[in-house]
């Protein structure tokens, strides 16, 4: 079986308000990303939320190199997330979570 190729997304969510937990913005990408393409794309993805800094707003995703385009695109299109408003911000894309990190 090949193993699937992974990428990792590092990003700055700006927040208009009170800081976003970390629960609620892994949540949002999710239905985000699973209404815009589907059960199938969205399981495909692999998404996973690495790490996110409630204060400062930096994180890193994990995901698959197949579905890399499609998760930026669906946390982009992310306006608000409860009653605060969001913007998403891609930062740097890696192979590794050391080469994202430097």
Known sequence: MKRTRRRYLSFYLHSDGSSIDTKQLGTAIWKNLLSIYGEVCAADSKLY?????????????????????????????????????????PKRISGTIKGIKK
């Open 49 to 89: 939320l690495v790490q996110y800094d409630e204060k400062t707003g930096d994180g890193i995703l994990q995901c698959t190199l197949s579905s890399l385009d499609m998760v930026i695109t669906s946390a982009i299109l992310i306006g608000s997330i409860g009653k605060n408003l969001v913007s998403f911000e």
